[in-house]
């Protein structure tokens, strides 16, 4: 939803997205190991596919043929309360927040124009959820991812189901220092597109 893709459906004990985009066709996700994502990565052949599992990168491995490549580890994260950081932006720099229905997008922009930092969230009936929090190498340390999800997290409408995101390791511990945890190792396999 927050990336402007169609809604999951189910699929063989996952959930499947059409993507449809330049860098990803289709993507899975699975809650746990089952047959479903086995079949599905024995039939896949092309690029651009993407497994994705609430599990290790071991237990995701052994569920592919050899075509696939496992990315770096990332981590399913919850909250149970908002960033409360107000500090200010550091002096020159701007937030702005739009809202569509139920995505909210924030964009950071530096003093020379530049995009400094950005994410976007999407709220459903049982979550809310945060999604590509980026800060640009130059613009780190300054506290602009943490205002960012202050932002997002001042957009929810309802109080009541958790707030969850995806982590690579780096966020992992900005999350964690937040009072984010995990709750689950989320592996990522792709078959590698060799430039045909």
Same mark, same amino acid.
């Given at each position: 939803?927050? $990336?402007?893709?169609?809604?999951?459906?189910?699929?063989?004990?996952? =959930?499947?997205?059409?993507?449809?985009?330049?860098?990803?066709v289709k993507r899975w996700? =699975?809650?746990?190991?089952?047959a479903g994502l086995h079949d599905i990565a024995g039939e896949i052949t092309a690029p651009r596919h993407y497994l994705k599992l609430c599990?290790?990168?071991?237990?995701?491995?052994?569920?592919?043929?050899?075509?696939?490549?496992i990315q770096a580890a990332n981590y399913f994260m919850r909250a149970t309360a908002t960033t409360g950081d107000t500090r200010p932006l550091p002096e020159?720099?701007?937030?702005?927040?739009?809202?569509?229905?139920?995505? %909210?997008r924030v964009h950071v922009i530096a003093p020379n124009g530049d995009l400094a930092a950005n994410?976007?969230?999407?709220? %459903?009936?049982?979550? =809310?959820?945060?999604? $590509?929090?980026?800060?640009a190498s130059d613009h780190r340390r300054k506290g602009l991812g943490i205002a960012v999800m202050s932002a997002l997290g001042s957009a929810r409408k309802s109080f009541t189901g958790p707030q969850l995101l995806v982590? %690579?390791?780096?966020?992992?511990?900005?999350?964690?220092?937040?009072g984010w945890t995990v709750i689950a190792p989320f592996a990522?396999?792709?078959?590698?597109?060799?430039?045909?």
């Open positions: 939803m927050a $990336r402007n893709s169609p809604p999951p459906v189910q699929d063989r004990g996952g =959930f499947r997205v059409d993507t449809h985009s330049e860098k990803e996700v =699975f809650p746990e190991l089952c599990g290790t990168n071991d237990e995701l491995q052994s569920a592919l043929p050899a075509c696939w490549e020159g720099y701007r937030l702005e927040l739009h809202q569509i229905g139920p995505v %909210t994410g976007c969230a999407a709220e %459903t009936a049982d979550a =809310f959820i945060y999604d $590509r929090i980026e800060t982590a %690579t390791e780096d966020g992992r511990s900005l999350y964690s220092n937040l990522t396999a792709t078959i590698p597109d060799m430039g045909f």
